[in-house]
């Protein structure tokens, strides 16, 4: 990367001096879409599911109440969603204002989930939260 000389101190072609590095909780979200949908095309199209998940860095053994490798990663599950509507708050009223989406608005989404059993306990790990956590990327935040 160019680095500017100002004043004899190297810079990084800024006015100021601090670079701020959080990405906008709207991109960040974006972002995070667009690495779930890859992950999950890839996982589609991979021949061999168990090495997709070992290049990916998807754990086969999470802590649990057992230990720190007491789960083992069992199931991948994909799920489809329809959202056809939406539903909030009315004004003024405990009842919701619901509106059905016409044909063209109606969007799918699709997820992955990946499930962890041990002898005491079963859990899941959001394909969302593990990318998230592996690219450091925390949308709201």
């Known amino acids: 990367m160019p680095h500017d ?18 990405m ?12 779930t949908d890859q992950f999950i ?6 021949a061999d599911k168990t090495a997709y998940l070992r290049l990916a860095g998807v754990p086969f053994e999470r ?11 069992v199931d991948v599950r994909l799920t489809t969603e329809w959202q056809v509507g939406t539903a909030s ?7 919701l204002s619901y509106l059905p989406f016409p044909g063209a608005m109606v969007a799918e989404r699709t997820n992955m989930e990946f499930l962890y059993v041990s ?3 079963a859990d899941s790990l959001d394909l969302r939260a593990f990318l ?10």
């Open 119 to 121: 002898a005491e306990e």
């Open 41 to 46: 095309d890839g996982w589609r199209q991979a």
């Open 63 to 73: 802590p649990g109440k057992g230990g720190p490798k007491a789960l083992k990663l």
């Open 132 to 141: 998230s956590a592996r690219t450091g990327d925390h949308p709201g935040d």
């Open 89 to 95: 708050p009315g004004f003024g009223t405990r009842e």
């Open 24 to 35: 906008d909780p709207g991109d960040a979200a974006a972002e995070l879409q667009v690495l």
């Open 5 to 22: 000389i100002v004043n004899g101190a190297i810079g990084h072609n800024h006015a100021h001096d601090h670079l701020d590095s959080h």
